[in-house]
């Protein structure tokens, strides 16, 4: 399969252009630019101008926003076959949030003009990324709501057993499944300080739920997480 086939097929997985032709496919296919990044690596920041969104092919990534005290609030964690950076395809938006690589990350954009063109042909589209953004809303809304009633235990237990199922779906197996993060990052996504996500992982290996290394959790029996999630 050339580089090609397989950008119109991760396209085709894509729920906004699932509906697409297959010479549909290829065409935006031919202009989508292949990008990488490295873990830890910022996409875009919160405020920067965007005239792009991507696809994602592999990996994963963050996006969050900062509050008017200095912390950083994780909206949502994405994985393979995602697309994220939408709101910069309608009228030169500034990027909400910002995103950051949570590990190796491979992804396709696609430039504004490309998009718009397909759109025009295609006004479903629209209204297909329209269904996905209020979909990310509706997901980040339920995700502030468990943050604010959640206790710090649960959230970080919630946060793990979320990122231990998506790896066992991309073939991690259902046990000993290592999630690379360091604690600071678990923190953040689960809306709470490095501390005090310390102490409960810590309080996780005591227990022979995890074990701890240098940025990374090994998680033995994922589903024994969902006992501290209240």
């Given at each position: 399969?050339?580089?090609?086939?397989?950008?119109?097929?991760?396209?085709?997985r894509t729920e906004v252009f699932a509906d697409l032709?297959?010479?549909?496919?290829?065409?935006?296919?031919?202009?989508?630019?292949?990008?990488?990044?490295?873990?830890?690596?910022?996409?875009?920041?919160?405020?920067?101008?965007?005239?792009s969104c991507y696809v994602l092919r592999s990996g994963a990534l963050v996006l969050t926003r900062e509050h008017d005290d200095g912390r950083a609030i994780a909206l949502a964690e994405l994985r393979a076959g995602s697309m994220f950076g939408e709101l910069a395809l309608f009228g030169g938006e500034?990027?909400?949030?910002t995103a950051e690589a949570l590990e190796e990350t491979?992804?396709?954009?696609?430039?504004?003009?490309?998009?718009?063109?397909?759109?025009?042909?295609h006004p479903d589209i629209a209204l297909k990324l329209l269904s996905a953004m209020a979909e990310r809303v509706r997901r980040t809304n339920e995700r502030l709501l468990q943050q604010s009633?959640?206790?710090?235990?649960?959230?970080?237990?919630?946060?793990?057993?979320?990122?231990?199922?998506?790896?066992?779906?991309?073939?991690?197996g259902e046990r000993d499944v290592v999630v690379r993060a360091t604690?600071?990052?678990?923190?953040?996504?689960?809306?709470?300080?490095?501390?005090?996500?310390?102490?409960?992982?810590?309080s996780l290996e005591r227990d022979?739920?995890?074990?701890?290394?240098?940025?990374?959790?090994?998680?033995?029996?994922?589903?024994?997480?969902?006992?501290?999630?209240?």
């Open positions: 399969m050339t580089e090609g086939d397989d950008t119109a097929a991760l396209l085709a032709e297959r010479r549909e496919l290829d065409q935006l296919a031919t202009v989508a630019v292949p990008r990488h990044w490295d873990r830890g690596e910022l996409v875009f920041r919160e405020g920067d101008s965007g005239d500034r990027r909400s949030a491979e992804a396709v954009a696609l430039l504004r003009p490309d998009v718009q063109r397909l759109v025009r042909s009633f959640q206790t710090v235990a649960g959230r970080v237990a919630m946060t793990l057993l979320a990122q231990a199922r998506a790896r066992s779906a991309e073939g991690a604690q600071a990052e678990i923190a953040n996504l689960a809306g709470t300080s490095r501390e005090s996500a310390s102490r409960f992982l810590a022979g739920v995890v074990a701890l290394g240098r940025g990374r959790v090994t998680v033995h029996e994922p589903e024994r997480l969902s006992n501290y999630v209240h």
